[in-house]
């Protein structure tokens, strides 16, 4: 027995991810999004919404570049603060303790102390209704090196990010490994002769 | 010290979400995706991202219409084996013994033992490049009635919806609750006179 929620952005989970770009002043701002996710292979592209409202709509705009930072579980309450303070009144990075720096490939900072970072720029703007989304090229991806696994691939359970949960606003962990992607399904496969 | 990894679909967390469709004769077909988010509030409204050659894209294409299930970690194996099998195929729903039913507000299936299921009209299609994202508006979100919290919202702790790591492909849980958005981060906000 389901119960409805009717129409509603209700579905688990969502990203927790910081969007880095430069005001026309060149001050580094960083906000925080849930609505967004990878959206093309080739080229590697990912997408943010916002509203236009937001004081990174206009630097996006202006720069045609952003960062994701990927916040740790140990820095949920400065990516939280991110999601809530305008970078027009506030210098969000002093406030919370955190060093910007700038992307070496595109005109945007990023959170230096987060353990992974997304260096985009903007391909598409499509205007969805209260929502516009970038379509962000991702030209680099860059992870600590503690937090890499033996092989050294990035280790979800070293880079610790966060879950939110829309309707109900919480930030979960993420937890242990289930399995292999491209593997734990294989029992299912019909035999092929 | 950070590792570069150059232009890469790779960003932690990214969702396991099961997309639902008709083909052409009527038989529901499911197959699953990461790479996807919501990407508008009003109308509330969510991306998938398809490649060209896969059966569930021709399906949208025509019928304009999508669900998506949200596998609990008890469903891992048959969410994996969903983004396995082609359903030119096999009758995936058969395979792994899982029930469709068609949604009551689109021309598309749902998978009933799944927690979480949004039920989306297709609003905008856009070619990013190998992928072709949809945007579908939310009609509907069913939860089950077990899957909900004391105050009638979904619990993420009871969906036990999966996470996907692109690159190392693996699925992990949801871990524990690590505080309120909006709340957590209230302590960094400066003051206001």
Redesign the interface.
């Known amino acids: 027995?389901?119960?409805?929620?009717?129409?509603?952005?209700?579905?688990?989970?969502?990203?927790v991810?910081c969007v880095g770009s430069y005001d026309t002043d060149g001050r580094p701002n960083v906000m925080t999004i849930?609505?967004?996710?990878?959206?093309?292979?080739?080229?590697?592209?990912?997408?943010i919404?916002l509203r236009k409202s937001r004081y990174t709509y206009e630097n996006i705009v202006r720069t045609g570049a952003y960062t994701?930072s990927?916040p740790g579980?140990h820095h949920?309450?400065?990516?939280?603060?991110?999601?809530?303070?305008s970078g027009r009144?506030?210098d969000k990075f002093k406030?919370?303790g955190l060093t910007a720096v700038k992307s070496d490939v595109v005109n945007a900072p990023y959170v230096a102390e987060f353990p992974?970072?997304?260096e985009c720029r903007v391909?598409?703007t499509?205007d969805?209704?209260?929502?516009t989304?970038f379509?962000g090229?991702?030209?680099?991806?860059?992870?600590?090196?503690s937090a890499?696994?033996a092989d050294?691939?990035?280790?979800?359970?070293k880079?610790r990010?966060?879950?939110?949960?829309?309707?109900?606003?919480?930030?979960?962990?993420?937890?242990?490994?289930?399995?292999?992607?491209?593997?734990?399904?294989?029992?299912?496969?019909?035999d092929r002769d």
């Open positions: 027995m389901k119960t409805s929620f009717g129409p509603n952005t209700l579905i688990f989970p969502t990203p991810w849930a609505w967004g996710g990878i959206c093309c292979s080739k080229p590697p592209a990912v997408t919404s994701l990927v579980e949920a309450a400065a990516a939280d603060f991110f999601g809530m303070a009144k506030t406030a919370a992974m970072v997304l391909i598409h499509f969805i209704g209260a929502h989304q379509v090229e991702i030209l680099d991806v860059k992870v600590d090196a890499l696994n050294g691939k990035p280790d979800i359970e880079i990010p966060l879950v939110f949960s829309p309707e109900v606003s919480l930030y979960h962990t993420v937890g242990r490994q289930i399995g292999k992607a491209f593997g734990i399904g294989k029992p299912l496969m019909p």
